[in-house]
């Protein structure tokens, strides 16, 4: 599986040789004449290469005389309005749906989908790829989602007779199995993420979209449901669900701890699974969290009503409104929502933000990572959709994030 994955993220670089890593603005030398050249930054860990050389690729070849300049960049949240306002500013960016756009609306800087985003086509849309939407315009166009997901080395655990938890009880004997086996549990450099996954166990689903809501007058982040999401961390902590010096793990030295075999889980985006791959030899799967114990659970949980995977479609695609070629710009949002499109991001390990893009065509190259740790996530997010991840909506005031991480550091120190 390493070298499968491999041999497609090699030829996908090939076709990116034409993309620039950084500056922005067309050239100059560049006329009508010639064509249409578009400038669209991207966010690097976001909208991986892998996926947007295949964009370019494939939507040049469909619409020729328009070429896409990719411009990879980190600067995409509290900066860009001003450099949407400048000379060198690009066509199209990508951004925070929920953090960002907002303000980037406000300051009339982007240009309005609803002509793209109709009707129709939102009714084919995930519901959570709605929740960009701005006054009840669209002016960010959902580019994918991704899940809080737990990945586990399948190959070691087949090895042992070990299975996936399905109860929290299962899950605590496992990691007793796994330490006592001289192993790490699990390993995280998202610990602003679990309590999001642990919080639609303990709340109900009205709790969680109180987070999220417009009018707020006094700080939501209160309440038994709250406690009890804190609470359960304490408790997994306490019966070693996580590795030694939880609180210690980065984005990088949780995934060594992982692709090295020293961990035997890793709880991260699910877009991760694309790179775990090519740099493991064993074979993955994933655990969908269960539901939290009796004491901790609220009755109508969003665990119940809404799904056990937390997720989130929060990256979008923007039209600056200085842009020189809007109805290009518009032909590039069209086909993010074309069915090759869509296909692609299956097989990147990214969510469809259309509903129903069928799993019979993965492709081969993949098919056995997807199956293995992607499958069912897919397959339960189209039965039961997601819960929420809260932080990214979360409009009380800002850092979020800080705050979450700070709590989970302080709980399992």
């Known amino acids: 599986m390493?070298?499968?994955?491999?041999?497609?993220?090699?030829?996908?670089?090939?076709?990116?040789?034409?993309?620039?890593?950084?500056?922005g603005g067309s050239d100059d030398s560049f006329t009508k004449d010639d064509g249409v050249e578009l400038t669209i930054w991207i966010q690097?860990?976001?909208?991986?290469?892998?996926?947007?050389g295949w964009f370019k690729n494939a939507f040049e070849t469909q619409n020729p005389g328009i070429t896409l300049n990719f411009v990879a960049g980190n600067s995409l949240g509290a900066s860009l309005a001003t450099s949407l306002?400048?000379?060198?500013?690009?066509?199209?960016?990508a951004t925070w749906g929920g953090s960002v756009l907002p303000t980037l609306v406000d300051s009339n800087l982007l240009l309005s989908l609803d002509d793209v985003i109709d009707e129709e086509l939102e009714s084919r849309m995930v519901n959570q790829a709605l929740l960009n939407k701005i006054d009840g315009s669209s002016y960010g166009a959902p580019i994918f989602g991704f899940a809080s997901v737990i990945y586990y080395n399948k190959t070691v655990f087949d090895a042992n007779g070990w299975e996936e938890p399905q109860t929290y009880e299962e899950f605590a004997d496992l990691c007793a199995k796994i330490k006592a086996a001289d192993y790490e549990t699990i390993v995280t450099g998202y610990s602003?993420?679990?309590?999001?996954?642990?919080?639609?166990?303990?709340?109900?689903?009205?709790?969680?979209?109180?987070?999220?809501?417009?009018?707020l007058t006094s700080s939501p982040l209160t309440g038994e449901g709250w406690e009890n999401g804190w609470s359960l961390l304490a408790d997994m902590y306490s019966k070693g669900f996580f590795a030694e010096n939880i609180s210690g793990y980065t984005t990088t030295t949780a995934r060594s701890a992982f692709e090295n075999q020293n961990a035997l889980m890793i709880w991260t985006p699910s877009i991760d699974l694309i790179t775990l791959s090519a740099n493991t030899t064993?074979?993955?799967?994933?655990?969908?969290?269960?539901?939290?114990?009796?004491?901790?659970?609220?009755?109508?949980?969003?665990?119940?009503?809404?799904?056990?995977?937390?997720?989130?479609?929060?990256?979008?695609?923007?039209?600056?409104?200085?842009?020189?070629?809007?109805?290009?710009?518009?032909?590039?949002?069209?086909?993010?929502?074309?069915?090759?499109?869509?296909?692609?991001?299956?097989?990147?390990?990214?969510?469809?933000?259309?509903?129903?893009?069928?799993?019979?065509?993965?492709?081969d190259e993949v098919k056995s990572a997807f199956d293995g740790a992607m499958k069912e996530v897919y397959d339960l997010i189209g039965e039961k959709g997601m819960s929420l991840y809260y932080m990214t909506y979360y409009k009380y005031e800002s850092g979020l994030d800080s705050q979450l991480e700070q709590r989970f550091k302080e709980i399992c120190k």
Do not use: W
């Not at 306002?85 to 199209?92: A, E, F, L, R, V």
């Not at 799904?307 to 949002?333: F, H, L, R």
């Open 44 to 52: 690097s860990n976001n909208q991986p290469e892998y996926f947007m």
């Open 85 to 93: 306002k400048s000379p060198d500013g690009p066509d199209m960016t």
């Open 282 to 363: 064993f074979e993955i799967g994933t655990i969908v969290f269960p539901d939290a114990p009796a004491a901790y659970k609220a009755e109508n949980s969003a665990y119940d009503t809404v799904s056990p995977i937390t997720g989130v479609y929060t990256d979008v695609m923007c039209i600056n409104a200085n842009t020189e070629y809007p109805e290009e710009c518009k032909k590039v949002i069209e086909f993010m929502y074309s069915d090759a499109a869509q296909q692609e991001l299956l097989n990147c390990f990214m969510f469809p933000v259309l509903t129903g893009v069928s799993t019979d065509h993965i492709a």
């Open 192 to 215: 602003y993420h679990i309590p999001q996954t642990l919080h639609a166990r303990t709340m109900t689903e009205a709790e969680l979209e109180h987070l999220i809501a417009d009018d």
């Open 2 to 23: 390493k070298k499968k994955i491999a041999s497609i993220l090699v030829c996908a670089l090939c076709v990116l040789l034409g993309l620039t890593a950084c500056g």
